[in-house]
């Protein structure tokens, strides 16, 4: 109880000021980040003794043209004689005329502070691309006449410290040296630094069949304020996930999850929850993930 008290009190404290400085367009995240942390913080693949290979597909404001939608794929890769991780990130992003492909791999290497205590530490680094066909939009309009294509280097780095029932890391994954990107697509915030700040807790012992996960995410990209996501989700005999997101900029999601041998699939249906929204014009979002687990830790299913 003092442990998930502990763990209550700072997210609380986290939330309350990430709530203090609500913006309308945050740093990118995807809804099921409590399942798969480790494309905003490389550090998480530590929590996980097994590899692993994890897509994500996540498509917004479903029947407009030109609509975002996001792909991600990430590997990991776990050295358990020296409390290390490596893999690979790939990211994906359209919007309309715009696209941005990202490239990144990563090493996160942990130190034992206690019994069931470890501070781990990541960086990454890669390749940014983005690309606007603006050629496409108007070509007889000299603003649009000329597409534009950028490749910029990316580094980051990520922090976490973890136990067996909970943990919090900050990470700054997305910190590109020169700016990327010179359209509209949701104010850049796709091509500026990005830093977040998560934590989740399991609650009940391994053998319980009820278990309840909080989780928050604090988001942060430069030039745009905080936006926070709260979440939990029940899982039932380790098998089967129900929970709900609620987003500081005014969108909840409800999720669905399932562990069938080694295999991890989840999804989500995120709305907006505005008082101008409810009863009226609403778009929602979807997002599928599926995650394959192999290796030695590979039967037990993942849970932090």
């Avoid at 995807?30 to 597909?57: E, H, R, W």
């Avoid at 989780?215 to 098998?239: E, H, N, Q, R």
Wanted: proline share 4%; hydrophobic share 40%; glycine share 8%.
């Amino acid at each position: 109880m003092c442990k998930l008290k502990r763990f209550f009190v700072l997210a609380g404290l986290v939330l309350f000021a990430a709530a203090k400085g609500l913006a309308q367009t945050p740093a990118f995240t995807y809804t099921q980040f409590m399942d798969n942390l480790t494309p905003l913080n490389p550090a998480a693949s530590l929590l996980d003794k097994a590899g692993s290979v994890s897509s994500l597909a996540r498509k917004q404001w479903v029947g407009i043209d030109g609509a975002p939608t996001t792909y991600l794929l990430n590997a990991n890769l776990p050295f358990a004689d020296i409390n290390g991780a490596a893999g690979l990130i790939i990211f994906n992003d359209n919007f309309a005329v715009e696209h941005q492909t990202e490239v990144n791999a990563y090493f996160a290497k942990a130190i034992q502070l206690g019994e069931i205590d470890f501070l781990a530490v990541s960086l990454n680094a890669g390749l940014r691309n983005y690309t606007a066909y603006f050629s496409q939009l108007d070509s007889n309009d000299p603003e649009f006449k000329t597409d534009v294509r950028q490749d910029k280097p990316n580094i980051g780095f990520g922090v976490m410290y973890y136990t067996d029932t909970y943990y919090i890391g900050l990470s700054a994954p997305e910190l590109t040296i020169t700016s990327l990107g010179t359209a509209s697509i949701q104010n850049n915030n796709n091509f500026v630094n990005h830093y977040y700040l998560a934590g989740a807790f399991i609650s009940g012992a391994p053998d319980d069949d009820i278990k309840l996960k909080p989780a928050f995410l604090v988001s942060y990209a430069k030039g745009t304020k905080t936006t926070a996501d709260i979440s939990g989700t029940i899982i039932l005999k380790d098998v089967f996930g129900i929970g709900f997101d609620y987003r500081t900029s005014n969108q909840a999601a409800g999720i669905m999850t399932i562990n069938v041998d080694s295999f991890h699939i989840g999804y989500s249906y995120q709305f907006n929850v505005a008082s101008s929204d409810l009863g009226g014009f609403n778009i929602p979002t979807h997002e599928v993930t599926i995650t394959y687990r192999f290796g030695p830790g590979a039967a037990t299913p993942k849970l932090l």
